[in-house]
Every structure is written in structure tokens, then in C-alpha cells.
């Protein structure tokens, strides 16, 4: 395991591989500042392909795949512990091999960052539902937060009642919950719609 993470380590840390990760996280430390850039042309331009191409990809898995990335880092970062420990107690470690080893610490870290923000970090940085859907920000009470809670939970435990077990049963299958989803995300869209177009014809009539 060791020599064939260092083999991958060592093919993947090239000049131009450096080259092109700063790069990319200069880019996108530059590009997270504008949130505005970032809704537009990442959250509501690429990021809908990655999505596609990662449920595509990944979607039958019966577990995350970004949950087995995870355990690959944390694998990664328990051999390389393990290997400096190995050195340190055998009192073989010099300069050559500390440098070379920050380096390999660095460049996977660096490596990490780029694929973690391009593939859906960015989305941190976009303006936010607010924006979205016109909202007006105003403060809120701890007491009005704990109703619209229990007023959610009312209104999911009163639909929940409504769906026949063997609808429940077809949830399980992530293709029939990603149609349903999606369904579901259109009719809000529409009653969404709606809302603004029937609120701007009332102010509208007052108006005249």
C-alpha cells in the first residue's frame, strides 16, 4: 500500500501539475470574492453538469462517494503518518527525506482543495436563497424560529400520513426519489411564480 501510494504520489507531482493546481486555486480563491460570478456562472452554469455527471457516474452507489473519498484521505493520511513514524524510530529521517515528504503533504492537500471546491465547493460562495427567491432579510426571535419548527413538523407529519406504504416502499429506489424530487421541485417553482405574479397584479390594481 505504501509504495503504491507513493508510486500515484510521485506520477501525479510533476512540474506542470504544480503548475496547474496553483493556478486553479488562485482561480478559484479570486473567484469565491464575487458572489455574483460564482451564481451565475458556476452554481447556475457548470455545477448542474457536474451534478449530472456525478449522479450518472455515482448514483447507483448504496453509499456516498464523496464518504469513500473521505476514507481515502483519512487511508492516505494514516500511511504517511506511519511512515514518518517508521523513519523517526529507526533514526533514518534527513533533510532530503523531510522536504520530500512536505512536499508529497502539500501538493495531495493542494490536490484535495482544487477537486473539493471545482466539484461543489463553490457553491459556499454563491449569494444564497435569499437572493434567489427575492426575499427581504429581516431578524428573527429564537421564539419565531421554535414555531416555524413545530409548524414544519406539523405540516411533514400530516403529509407523511397521506402516502400509501407502497409509495414509501418506492422512496428507497434513488431513481424514483430523484423523479419524484425533481417533480416536486417544479410544482414549487410554478406555485413560487405564481405567488410573485399574482402579488404584482394586486399591487397593480391598487396602483391604478
Same mark, same amino acid.
Given at each position: 500500500?505504501?509504495?503504491? /501510494?507513493?508510486?500515484?504520489?510521485?506520477?501525479?507531482?510533476?512540474?506542470?501539475?504544480?503548475?496547474?493546481?496553483?493556478?486553479?486555486?488562485? /482561480?478559484?480563491?479570486?473567484?469565491?470574492?464575487?458572489?455574483?460570478?460564482?451564481?451565475?456562472?458556476?452554481?447556475?452554469?457548470?455545477?448542474?453538469?457536474?451534478?449530472?455527471?456525478?449522479?450518472?457516474?455515482?448514483?447507483?452507489?448504496?453509499?456516498?462517494?464523496?464518504?469513500?473519498?473521505?476514507?481515502?484521505?483519512?487511508?492516505?493520511?494514516?500511511?504517511?503518518?506511519?511512515?514518518?513514524?517508521?523513519?523517526?524510530?529507526?533514526?533514518?529521517?534527513?533533510?532530503?527525506?523531510?522536504?520530500?515528504?512536505?512536499?508529497?503533504?502539500?501538493?495531495?492537500?493542494?490536490?484535495?482543495?482544487?477537486?473539493?471546491?471545482?466539484?461543489?465547493?463553490?457553491?459556499?460562495?454563491?449569494?444564497?436563497?435569499?437572493?434567489?427567491?427575492?426575499?427581504?432579510?429581516?431578524?428573527?426571535?429564537?421564539?419565531?424560529?421554535?414555531?416555524?419548527?413545530?409548524?414544519?413538523?406539523?405540516?411533514?407529519?400530516?403529509?407523511?400520513?397521506?402516502?400509501?406504504?407502497?409509495?414509501?416502499?418506492?422512496?428507497?429506489?434513488?431513481?424514483?426519489?430523484?423523479?419524484?424530487?425533481?417533480?416536486?421541485?417544479?410544482?414549487?417553482?410554478?406555485?413560487?411564480?405564481?405567488?410573485?405574479?399574482?402579488?404584482?397584479?394586486?399591487?397593480?390594481?391598487?396602483?391604478?
Amino acid at each position: 500500500m505504501q509504495q503504491f /501510494l507513493g508510486i500515484i504520489l510521485e506520477k501525479m507531482m510533476r512540474a506542470w501539475s504544480w503548475v496547474t493546481l496553483i493556478l486553479l486555486a488562485i /482561480l478559484i480563491k479570486l473567484s469565491s470574492l464575487s458572489s455574483g460570478f460564482i451564481e451565475e456562472y458556476y452554481s447556475n452554469g457548470v455545477y448542474p453538469i457536474i451534478s449530472k455527471i456525478q449522479r450518472f457516474l455515482f448514483g447507483w452507489l448504496p453509499f456516498s462517494f464523496g464518504d469513500l473519498i473521505y476514507s481515502f484521505i483519512i487511508l492516505v493520511l494514516l500511511v504517511k503518518t506511519w511512515q514518518i513514524l517508521k523513519v523517526s524510530f529507526k533514526r533514518k529521517y534527513s533533510r532530503q527525506y523531510f522536504l520530500e515528504g512536505l512536499k508529497q503533504i502539500i501538493f495531495f492537500f493542494l490536490f484535495v482543495y482544487v477537486l473539493f471546491y471545482l466539484l461543489w465547493g463553490l457553491n459556499y460562495s454563491r449569494k444564497g436563497i435569499a437572493s434567489q427567491l427575492n426575499l427581504k432579510m429581516s431578524r428573527y426571535s429564537l421564539a419565531e424560529l421554535d414555531t416555524l419548527t413545530n409548524v414544519l413538523e406539523k405540516r411533514l407529519n400530516y403529509y407523511a400520513a397521506l402516502v400509501e406504504p407502497s409509495q414509501r416502499d418506492s422512496f428507497h429506489k434513488k431513481r424514483n426519489l430523484f423523479r419524484e424530487g425533481y417533480q416536486a421541485y417544479q410544482l414549487a417553482v410554478q406555485s413560487v411564480l405564481c405567488v410573485f405574479e399574482l402579488s404584482a397584479e394586486v399591487n397593480q390594481t391598487f396602483v391604478i
